[in-house]
């Protein structure tokens, strides 16, 4: 047990990069934790610091027992935070990466009941679409639409979200309006970058249609996508929630009616199951508000 108190010892210190800004940090004498630190070393039989009078840094052995320490001492944190909020609200801030048109849309109506509900919790949102490093970068969960690729994360389905496709009546105008899924091989069509949108599928009473489409225009971003649409730039593929204003202003018109696209899931991914009380509050207000779309 004392080597896994002075394993989060050796934590701090290669997060403070010295031993003086970790034992102000952790409110024990400096010398007291340098002692701690070279028992640890005796225990493994390895150097694990380069010590010098400037600076400390992680010798190869520390590096690799840094890497995997920080994860064990983490989750033994989560583990009485967890336990602890039993008894009190979860506080911290909540990183998370979330595309830009899905939090607009969907997210940003419900931070407000969210903080009400948890006043304790901040937040700090990176609106983009790429696939954010959750083992890398300081995220604490990312919301992605569409089925997770990496298979290492942990993925929590939140939602399924119906999509149509979407033309502009001015593009209608010069391009003509298709009256069968056939037919969009002949149109513009806006395609997300993704392997799945080399085709779309599309069905109505049982009836499959699975066409290729082809543009020159591909994008990562939803939001740009129903943007371009707007501008007269082809026919796009779009949750139907996205582009109620559009449609109600004018700017874009359903087509092909009666033929539903595939619904493109949305999931909840994490690094781990284990989760701080922030995150997991967070996802289950997720999952109890979108379930109903």
């Known amino acids: 047990m004392s080597h896994l108190d002075d394993m989060a010892l050796f934590v701090e210190v290669v997060k403070a990069k010295g031993f003086r800004g970790a034992a102000d940090a952790l409110g024990i004498p400096n010398s007291t934790l340098s002692r701690r630190i070279g028992a640890l070393e005796k225990a493994i039989g390895l150097r694990l610091l380069h010590r010098t009078t400037r600076k400390v840094e992680p010798t190869e052995a520390g590096q690799l027992y840094y890497e995997r320490s920080r994860r064990i001492v983490e989750e033994a944190r989560l583990v009485h935070e ?7 609200q979860p506080r911290g801030v909540l990183r998370a990466s979330v595309p830009e048109g899905f939090a607009i849309v969907f997210l940003a109506p419900l931070i407000a009941e969210f903080s009400l509900l948890y006043p304790g919790i ?3 949102f990176d609106l ?3 696939l954010a490093d ?4 300081p995220l604490d969960v990312a919301i992605r639409m569409g089925y997770p690729a990496n298979s290492n994360l942990i993925a929590r389905r939140l939602a399924s979200l119906p999509r149509y496709l979407y033309a502009s009546p ?3 105008e010069l391009a003509g309006e298709p009256s069968h899924p056939d037919e969009l091989q002949r149109h513009k069509c806006l395609r997300m970058r993704a392997p799945s949108e080399s085709s779309w599928t599309l069905q109505h009473e049982g009836e499959t249609a699975q066409i290729s489409v082809d543009g020159s225009l591909t994008v990562n971003s939803v939001a740009m996508t129903q943007r371009l649409a ?3 730039m082809g026919i796009a593929m779009l949750a139907e929630r996205i582009v109620v204003e559009d449609v109600a202003s004018g700017r874009l018109r359903r087509i092909l009616p009666d033929w539903k696209a595939t619904p493109i899931p949305v999931y909840a991914v994490t690094e781990t199951r284990l989760l701080p009380a922030k995150t997991q509050r ?4 997720l999952h109890q508000r979108l379930s109903d779309l």
Do not use: N, P, W
């Open 122 to 124: 901040t937040f700090e």
């Open 230 to 232: 707007t501008l007269d």
């Open 82 to 88: 967890q336990l602890g909020d039993m008894l009190a």
């Open 282 to 285: 967070f996802i289950d207000f």
């Open 128 to 130: 983009t679409s790429r």
């Open 134 to 137: 959750l083992v890398s970068e």
């Open 170 to 172: 001015k593009y209608l």
